[in-house]
Nanobody
Framework: QLQASGGGTVQAGASLRLSCRASSRTSNRFFTGWHRQAPGKEREFLADISGTAGSTTYADSVKGRFIISKDDAKRTVYLQMNNLKPEDTAIYYC????????????WGPGTLVTVSS
C-alpha cells in the first residue's frame, strides 16, 4: 500500500511537497499517480510518473505549477506544488497503475491540503 504525507495548511501562493512512499517493491513496471478530491467534487487525476523511464504526465489544471518526481532508493514519489491557490484545497491521494492497465490501485488514506486566501 502507498502512504501519502506532507499535507498542511498554507496561504495562497505558498508551496508544499507531498510524498508517497511504498511499503515494498517487487517491480517497477507501473505508474504512480497523484490525485485529489475536493469537498463535493469527484476525484481528479493530477499527474503520474512511470516506474522505469520516469516519464511524466500532467493534468492541464496543474501543468506548470506542480512537478512530479521520484526517488527509487527511497521508494518515494513526490509532488511539488507551487503557487498554491484556494481551489487546490483537497485531500491528495497517490495510487499505482500497472503498465497496460486502466485502473488505479493501492490507494492510501490521503493527505489534506488546505490553502487559505
Amino acid at each position: 500500500q502507498l502512504q501519502a504525507s506532507g499535507g498542511g495548511t498554507v496561504q495562497a501562493g505558498a508551496s508544499l511537497r507531498l510524498s508517497c512512499r511504498a511499503s515494498s517493491r517487487t517491480s517497477n513496471r507501473f505508474f504512480t499517480g497523484w490525485h485529489r478530491q475536493a469537498p463535493g467534487k469527484e476525484r481528479e487525476f493530477l499527474a503520474d510518473i512511470s516506474g522505469t523511464a520516469g516519464s511524466t504526465t500532467y493534468a492541464d489544471s496543474v501543468k506548470g505549477r506542480f512537478i512530479i518526481s521520484k526517488d527509487d532508493a527511497k521508494r518515494t514519489v513526490y509532488l511539488q506544488m507551487n503557487n498554491l491557490k484556494p481551489e487546490d484545497t483537497a485531500i491528495y491521494y497517490c495510487a499505482e497503475k500497472p503498465y497496460g492497465g486502466t485502473r488505479w490501485y493501492s490507494w492510501g488514506p490521503g493527505t489534506l491540503v488546505t490553502v487559505s486566501s
